[in-house]
């Protein structure tokens, strides 16, 4: 897939910036068996909110993602591979002092893919400052994206924190969008609690959260789907969905509750259906959709990715999207009204 990065008119907005972790993905071209037992691998583009960049970008959106990478031939490969797949890269900031993080999967489909991740003793992402953030652009951008993960250390979390005072709380009826990516790693933090207090404090600055159950206890303290959402939207949200694997998608706003099937697939990495959905989200609320059918349209790409190999280069297009929803009726969702 070839997407040059689209050029952007001096002035205009980008559609969608995303903060956060890149890297590099190396998935094992054999499934079904141990890292140990693995003897070819394929190299990718990885980190959540640069993958959530090049979902938006394959929709046709102006997309960038601020992140770090070292001063290494795997930095080089992300700084290119990113222009490649239609994202910018004018905000990958060059660390010297640390290399360009690895991430190693093993796949066990339909549902066991764990994660290794190097990025000691540090990433460069994660060693983002404050003064690489690129504040107007963060203001003027359409949609602005970030990741749990960015809160876990200094200087990343102070960088996000003023990136979001800048931008301040959009609201839904501006059709602009600050989106909480409720991405809860065990790795990246000491403890649930540890982290709860510095996710609360985002949610105070965006207007969607999007998150599984296991994030939402982490952030509201709630499991059941309803509850989670409800918290979320009384913390002053626009937009709460919690994400439920086979039983589907939860989206809540305060006139609406939304129930969207999940879309059957044979699955082969999973690794890649959360980016998928937040790339898709993006564009479904660029393009003024109804949450309902945004969610639909966000379920939709998570089931395709999740039914490939890899992740970034897996993204599909608008008319593949909307192929497969064509194909599976039973997707439709339910709406009810508050």
Known sequence: MMNIA????????????????????????????????????????????????VAAARYGNSAATVTGVGDDPFGRFIKQEMARLGVDPEYVVTNPSFHTPVTFCEIFPPDDFPLYFYRSPSAPDLELG?????????RQARVFWLSVTGLSVEPSRSAHFAA????????????KWSIADLDYRPVFWESPEAARTHVQNMLQHVNVAIGNKEECQVAVGETDPDRAAD??????????????????????????????????????????AGDAFGGAFCHALLSGWEVARATQFASTAGAIVASRLECSTAMPTEAEVFDMIDQNPGSAPTVEKR
Not at 20 to 47: A, M
Not at 130 to 138: A, L, N, S, Y
């Open 6 to 53: 689209p050029s952007k008119p001096s002035g205009v907005p980008l559609d969608v910036l995303t903060i956060g972790r890149c890297g590099i993905d190396i998935y094992p071209l054999q499934t079904g068996v141990g890292l140990e037992k693995v003897t070819s691998f394929g190299k990718f583009l990885g980190g959540s909110p640069t993958n959530v960049a």
């Open 130 to 138: 404050v003064q690489d953030i690129p504040m107007e652009t963060v």
């Open 164 to 175: 979001l005072q800048q931008r301040g709380r959009p609201r839904a009826e501006d059709a």
């Open 231 to 272: 918290a979320l939207l009384d913390l002053g949200l626009d937009i709460a969905v919690v994400k439920q694997g086979p039983r589907g998608t939860l989206a809540k706003t305060r006139e609406e509750r939304i129930v969207v099937p999940v879309t059957p697939v044979e699955v082969c990495n999973g690794l890649g």
